[in-house]
């Protein structure tokens, strides 16, 4: 089990990767929505904040109404935002559960397909 | 979501263009009115599929559940073959709408034939840049679509049977045409309601798991309206004769009820259907692809976004498939294969559903939102009734409702043996190749903390082989 501090690591790698790749800038450029992450396994919830593919914002505790909530272990959340693991595969096998529109559940893929083309 | 929209969903992916065609196939086992009671039977049925549907779908509430109770009742490799062979479903009735309504167009523009083919390949490039571009309907737009359409035809057929000069012909007589047409008008009934369990892959966007469900129940009642109201109004005012060498009844009917002013009238709404069936068809289609390329189970060129983060190599080869089996279709003037075809792989998946039922049953102990009462008797009787309308469609000729002919079957063989054969040979090279690129590539990226559980996730390239 992966606690806050671990995930704020991961969260705040994660961040940087994404608001410095440009190219996912140009593709998120319409996206800005609030997700809410859930760790099925501890306590740990937080939420991230996305203003035209920017993230500004990755706070502990569920904050505004969400989008897009994804709930998954937090060990499973630490790989996801270090890009250890493709989370189309742990989503296909039902150990990560996404309620969003598909449009937005496939957006959350292709962020991490954009940063880590080989994850 | 809500309810409203939900329904709207499931009975705007169900009611498509090739609808209309799939009354005349009713038609031709089940004469006059006889075709309403062939409805109604195929929606008793159908309510069936919507239990089954409700219950897989409370168990796994994403849109990759067909993969998730797939891969758990028969196996991963099994799944992705049975699924692969089911999206062959969604570029069947993309290609099939495209040519029914490029030739409903050249119609009442009094077109000559070959430019039919002009339409189809317009409709389709407009559907591919809308969709590269990321242009999709707004939710309520395809709410409001839906609505109008099945609004629209009722209202047209409920003028169609006030209008004086027509008959009633053959009322209920099932079984007037052999010991076998009854059955194969519920088969080719079965159709009319198909892809309405498509509204799971929505389930993630449901306010409540109850809204799929109650989706499931309310939309084949609506089809179910409207399918009746319409071969009422067809077999009350067309002559099968002249419905059955063509691609467009709907015309046939409208103009047959108000002159020019229906013909156009039921040109709108057969174009209106092609905005629910492109937008949804190619997302859901194309969103598949993405997860099976993202997934190592298509070659990783299907997963590559542009600009607009659409799959565009997914999208492109989607319309190009269809443009191709639309050229096909155009050139033999075969379009009622693509119903006998669609008809049996939709009875074929519903008796899969039936079956994942029994097998979940004693494998998976999960809490279910919605279960199916008598559910293994209810099942059993599904899987067995869906695997002889898929026999009963399978080798239908709607041509000619005297012959049988193993044409449909062999399309959905080599369908099926080309998905099979893909899952054994191909998928395992290409999860090979992409584990050694994940390895190569780069190491593993998140710091080992020595407090940490002994639970942290194995490389990437071990986790795509799990």
Request: glycine share 6%; hydrophobic share 55%; charged share 10%.
């Given at each position: 089990m992966a606690e806050w501090d671990e995930l704020r690591e991961a969260l705040d790698d994660y961040t940087l990767s994404c608001n410095e790749n440009a190219r996912l800038r140009k593709m998120q450029r319409d996206?800005?929505?609030?997700?809410?992450?859930?760790?099925?396994?501890?306590?740990?919830?937080?939420?991230?904040?996305?203003?035209?593919?920017?993230?500004?914002?990755?706070?502990?505790?569920?904050?505004?109404?969400?989008?897009?909530?994804?709930?998954?272990?937090?060990?499973?959340?630490c790989d996801m935002f270090w890009g250890d693991l493709n989370p189309v595969q742990k989503y296909l096998r039902g150990e990560i559960i996404v309620k969003g529109s598909q449009e937005d559940v496939m957006r959350l893929d292709a962020i991490s397909y954009v940063i880590w083309p080989d994850s | 979501m809500g309810t409203l929209a939900a329904t709207a969903t499931s009975a705007g992916l169900a009611f498509a263009a090739i609808d209309y065609l799939g009354v005349v196939s009713i038609l031709a086992y089940a004469p006059g009115a006889t075709a309403a009671l062939a409805i109604l039977i195929g929606g008793f049925f159908v309510i069936l599929v919507s239990a089954i549907f409700s219950e897989l779908n409370g168990l796994y509430p994403s849109a990759a559940g067909i993969r998730l109770y797939l891969g758990?009742?028969?196996?991963?490799?099994?799944?992705?073959?049975?699924?692969?062979?089911?999206?062959?479903?969604?570029?069947?009735?993309?290609?099939?709408?495209?040519?029914?309504?490029?030739?409903?167009?050249?119609?009442?523009?009094?077109?000559?034939?070959?430019?039919?083919?002009?339409?189809?390949?317009?409709?389709?490039?407009?559907?591919?840049?809308?969709?590269?571009?990321?242009?999709?309907?707004?939710?309520?737009?395809?709410?409001?679509?839906?609505?109008?359409?099945?609004?629209?035809?009722?209202?047209?057929?409920?003028?169609?049977?006030?209008?004086?000069?027509?008959?009633?012909?053959?009322?209920?007589?099932?079984?007037?045409?052999?010991?076998?047409?009854?059955?194969?008008?519920?088969?080719?009934?079965?159709?009319?309601?198909?892809?309405?369990?498509?509204?799971?892959?929505?389930?993630?966007?449901?306010?409540?798991?109850?809204?799929?469900?109650?989706?499931?129940?309310?939309?084949?009642?609506?089809?179910?309206?409207?399918?009746?109201?319409?071969?009422?109004?067809?077999?009350?005012?067309?002559?099968?004769?002249?419905?059955?060498?063509?691609?467009?009844?709907?015309?046939?009917?409208?103009?047959?009820?108000?002159?020019?002013?229906?013909?156009?009238?039921?040109?709108?709404?057969?174009?209106?259907?092609?905005?629910?069936?492109?937008?949804?068809?190619?997302?859901?289609?194309?969103?598949?692809?993405?997860?099976a390329a993202r997934e190592n189970n298509l070659p990783r060129q299907f997963a590559k976004l542009n600009i607009n983060a659409v799959p565009w190599f997914a999208v492109t080869t989607l319309t190009v498939v269809s443009a191709v089996v639309a050229a096909v279709v155009f050139a033999t003037g075969q379009w009622l294969l693509l119903v006998s075809v669609g008809a049996a792989i939709e009875c074929g998946i519903y008796a899969v559903g039936s079956f994942c039922i029994l097998r979940l049953r004693t494998r998976v102990d999960r809490k279910r939102p919605f279960r199916l009462v008598f559910g293994r008797p209810l099942a059993m009787f599904g899987a067995i009734v869906f695997s002889v309308l898929f026999l009963a469609t399978a080798f239908a000729d709607p041509k000619n409702s005297k012959h049988f002919s193993a044409l449909p079957f062999s399309v959905i063989a080599l369908l099926g043996a080309a998905s099979t054969a893909y899952v054994r040979l191909v998928v395992p090279r290409l999860q090979r190749q992409a584990s050694a690129r994940a390895a190569a590539s780069r190491p593993r990226r998140r710091p080992e903390r020595p407090s940490s559980d002994a639970t942290t996730a194995p490389p990437p390239g071990e986790e795509r082989d799990a």
């Open positions: 996206w800005s929505r609030t997700l809410h992450f859930v760790c099925s396994d501890t306590e740990v919830m937080f939420t991230m904040e996305v203003d035209k593919g920017e993230i500004t914002s990755t706070t502990e505790g569920l904050v505004g109404l969400p989008d897009i909530v994804v709930t998954t272990t937090s060990e499973t959340f | 758990r009742a028969v196996g991963n490799r099994t799944a992705l073959s049975v699924t692969f062979t089911y999206m062959t479903t969604v570029v069947l009735v993309i290609a099939a709408d495209a040519f029914l309504i490029g030739a409903a167009v050249r119609h009442v523009l009094h077109e000559p034939s070959a430019l039919a083919y002009l339409w189809i390949v317009v409709l389709l490039a407009i559907a591919l840049t809308a969709n590269l571009l990321g242009v999709h309907l707004a939710g309520w737009v395809q709410t409001v679509v839906t609505y109008t359409v099945l609004a629209g035809t009722s209202v047209l057929s409920v003028i169609a049977l006030f209008h004086v000069g027509g008959s009633f012909q053959h009322p209920l007589d099932l079984f007037g045409k052999g010991t076998f047409s009854g059955i194969q008008a519920i088969a080719f009934a079965l159709f009319l309601y198909a892809a309405f369990e498509w509204v799971t892959t929505t389930a993630e966007e449901a306010r409540q798991p109850r809204v799929i469900t109650r989706a499931l129940f309310i939309a084949p009642v609506l089809i179910w309206i409207v399918a009746t109201l319409f071969a009422l109004a067809l077999s009350h005012l067309v002559n099968y004769s002249a419905l059955h060498a063509s691609a467009y009844p709907q015309l046939l009917l409208g103009r047959a009820a108000l002159g020019t002013v229906g013909e156009f009238w039921m040109l709108a709404l057969t174009v209106l259907t092609a905005l629910n069936t492109f937008n949804g068809g190619f997302l859901v289609a194309s969103r598949f692809i993405y997860a």
